[in-house]
């Protein structure tokens, strides 16, 4: 969906998208595969003359004033169209002078590198040295050293600002694996440098910005090979029908989706972390380089094999952004970022959630301040009940029972509580089923079952699925049979979680075995108490048993029970299941604290896997990108940008999130994972039941087909009914 949140943001990404294909910047690129040499752009000076080189640089300098938020937004756009030329090493080089250069460097260095006419390379990996004036040694290889008239390396903790023709510099330019941005090796052999060509200390964050922005290009090129791949699937036909309909190919674009917008979300934190607290920017700069890079090599990979022999051959475009992610990869990725994100993790960094709130946030926080004091100073029922009363148990729910909270006052209350310490019950199913009664039951419904189940007096679960009804929620067989004053309900429903504990039900009952699947399912509240209601609980791999089969036998449902109207459940259902969606996949509760007891593992028994603390900051990483995938959700609510991907996004990443995070814990636990007497209890446990995530409240391989088919587009499977 691209980095871009806000109107402001949206619009200048379609300006930069709609010049650079006015410009023929796929074109520009293209052109470049088989020439001897590399020349700047033609569009160069109609880009300069926009004045995106110099977006992120203070006015007081020749640039527009904004930050690396504005300029993320169009160097992604630069990455979809791989577009050549040096913009992003420049704009890397201008953002490390602006933020570490003195006075005097920022004079001398900035006005040419923001109206075009002085372009960067950048190298930060070799291993250069500077003493008595003298710098020595190899820089090794530097983006964008094919134009570049200023390098920018690093020697140990500083980064030279060397001119190209000066003495001593030599620059090597073979033939380039991305000849449409050259690459080249540079050596200092006795040059001479003065303090005016040293960015003192800048390493680290010349590091962070090149990771940055980088990652924005290369979420760029990620997204550009989602939609081409898409593109292709609905028009490509194989068998008689489309390749979109296939599931392999629809799983396909939908990990290429969920891993573009996993690295889209660190890059947009980066960004305006860059602005507001340097080592929290270095540590969410690393995460952006852990997700975006591989992100963008597979996605590219992903595009060829969708499109099949086309996708391999010279004519296409494909290739290019193979070849664009691989040498960024190559150059600022390997197991550098992810042993970054353990290091500034160990060493106490955190990154701390922020959004720009409107001004009315402000109005309306001291009220919430002061409804907040009171409920602090209460306890036990009598803060139960003044969060009832207030609606401040459920601020989104509608009144009486919430306070009809849209999404800045929902954001300001749970600032505020969390500041008082104040711990909302945490109502789980019960409080997917209860928003559902809400939103569909009868007012006598309501006032049955609202106050008694928000008081924990009623615990409630969710009767969907059956033996033969899982991930299709759909089909339906437990049949309920008319009869006067209500409805007789015989069959099973099965993987129920909590149904021993709980007193009611909602469940959905086949009323009309004529009608299409989805158009005979009502339904109706189940006493789980009641007469011929049969609960057993199910023990699973993890030796507990918190899930059950529940059986059916002439259990009388009367019609005030039914919510809706009845062959009309589906839709009721469907309500249901959607609040468990966005809970389940907008809840850090199901994986918290894992991260933390992850980074005490790596370095206790981090010699016991080869490559754990890679393994780990990858995690590290992931649980920082779902996080913020939740947090983006919040920020499109803020700017009434509508709905985006994040939530079906979410649902799939914990899954896979929970099931590595156990994985590390038992490689790193190694053979006390045989024993169940120490910490092989507790970790045994994980493992095992982290495998459930990816089955409950829909199936991954279900998840998949949703993102490919809601999301991306793509055609159902026409062999379905």
Known sequence: MGIALTDDHRELAEVARGFLTSQKARWAARELLDAAEETRPPFWQNLAELGWLGLHIDEEHGGSGYGLPELVVVVEELGRAVAPGPFVPTVIASAVIAKDGTAEQKTRLLPGLIDGTVTAGIGLAGEVRVADGVADGDAGIVLGAGLAG????????????????????????????????????????????????????????????????LAAEAVGGAGDCVDAAVSYAKV????????????????????????????????????????????????????????????????????????????????????????????????FGGDAPAADVVDRTVAGTKRVNSLDLPPEAEELRAQIRSDVGEI????????????????????????????????????V???????????????????????????????????????????????WCQLFSEPEAGSDAASVKTRATRLDGGWKINGQKVWTSGAQF??????????????????????VIIDMKGPGVEVRPLRQITGGSEFNEVFFNDVFVPDEDVVGAPNSGWTVARATLGNERVTIGGSGGYYEGMASKLVQLVGHRGDAL????????????????????????????????????????????????????AAISAALLGPDIALIDGPGAVVGRMVMGARGMAIAGGTSEVTRNQIAERILGMPRDPLIN
């Open 150 to 213: 200023l390098l920018l390396v690093a020697a140990g903790d500083d980064v030279l600002v060397l001119e190209r023709d000066r003495a001593g510099v030599t620059v090597e330019v073979p033939e380039n694996f991305d000849p449409t941005r050259r690459s080249g090796r540079v050596r200092l052999q006795n040059v001479s440098v003065t303090a005016d060509d040293i960015l003192s200390g800048a390493h680290a964050s010349a590091l962070a910005r090149a990771r940055t922005l």
């Open 236 to 331: 490509r036909q194989q068998f008689g029908r489309t390749i979109a309909t296939f599931q392999a190919i629809k799983h396909h674009c939908a990990n290429m989706l969920v891993a573009t917008e996993s690295a889209i979300a660190a890059v947009w934190d980066a960004a305006r972390a860059a602005a507001e607290d340097e080592d929290q920017f270095r540590l969410i700069a690393a995460v952006a380089a852990v997700q975006a890079f591989p992100a963008y090599a597979r996605n590219a990979e992903l595009n060829i094999q969708v499109h099949g022999g086309i996708g391999f051959t010279w004519e296409h475009d494909a290739h290019l952004h193979l070849r664009r992610a691989l040498v960024v990869a190559g150059l």
């Open 376 to 411: 602090a100073a209460l306890e036990g029922k009598a803060q139960l009940d003044k969060l009832i009363e207030t609606g401040y148990v459920m601020p989104h729910w509608p009144k009486p029972w919430g306070r009809a909270a849209d999404a800045v006052e929902q954001l």
């Open 413 to 459: 209350i749970e600032e505020e509580f969390r500041a008082a310490g104040i711990k909302r019950p945490e109502y789980s199913i019960t409080g997917w089923v209860i928003l559902t009664l809400i939103q569909h039951g009868t007012d006598w419904q309501i006032e049955r079952f609202v106050e008694n189940a928000l008081r924990q007096d009623e615990i």
């Open 502 to 523: 709980c007193a009611r039900g909602l469940a959905t009952v086949r009323t009309d075995p004529e009608a299409p699947k989805h158009a005979g399912i009502t339904t």
């Open 610 to 661: 080869a490559g754990s603390k890679i393994r780990v900051g990858a995690f590290l990483a992931n649980d920082h990108s779902l996080r913020l995938l939740n947090l983006r959700r919040a920020a499109r609510s803020v700017e009434g940008a509508g709905p985006g991907p994040e939530g079906n996004v979410t649902k799939l990443k914990v899954a896979e999130h929970m099931i590595e995070g």
